[in-house]
């Protein structure tokens, strides 16, 4: 089985910073790339930030210049920096992995809430 497990979401302030981290674990072979999407009430699913085996980093224009995606210092970690937070950022984020011969996995996600 795979699980990945998310961290650090919370309560902030508009303007403020949160980190979020996202662990993987169980039969992994490789991660082909991983990344975070954000669900907010009524609305659907979106991509916020996603990181490619090979660096490459992809962003939700409502992010640039905000939000960063690196991996962890652990391995199958990816990490997600937040700054300059917005009301309307707020959600409940989810880690996706797209692992090798596994197919996408999904983590339990995290609630941000950014209050104005």
């Known amino acids: 089985q795979v699980q990945l497990v998310e961290s650090g979401g919370g309560l902030v302030q508009a303007g403020g910073s949160l980190t979020l981290s996202c662990a993987a674990s169980?039969?992994?072979?490789?991660?082909?790339?991983m990344g975070w999407y954000r669900q907010a009430p009524g609305k659907q699913r979106e991509l916020v930030a996603r990181?490619?085996?090979?660096?490459?980093?992809y962003y939700a224009d409502s992010v640039k210049g905000r939000f960063t995606i690196s991996r962890g210092n652990a391995r199958n970690t990816v990490n997600l920096q937040m700054n300059s937070l917005k009301p309307e950022d707020t959600a409940v984020y989810y880690c996706?992995?797209?692992?090798?011969?596994?197919?996408?996995?999904w983590g339990q996600g995290t609630q941000v809430t950014v209050s104005s």
């Open positions: 990181l490619t085996s090979g660096g490459d980093e």
């Open positions: 169980g039969r992994i072979f490789g991660i082909n790339d």
């Open positions: 996706n992995a797209n692992l090798t011969w596994r197919g996408d996995f």
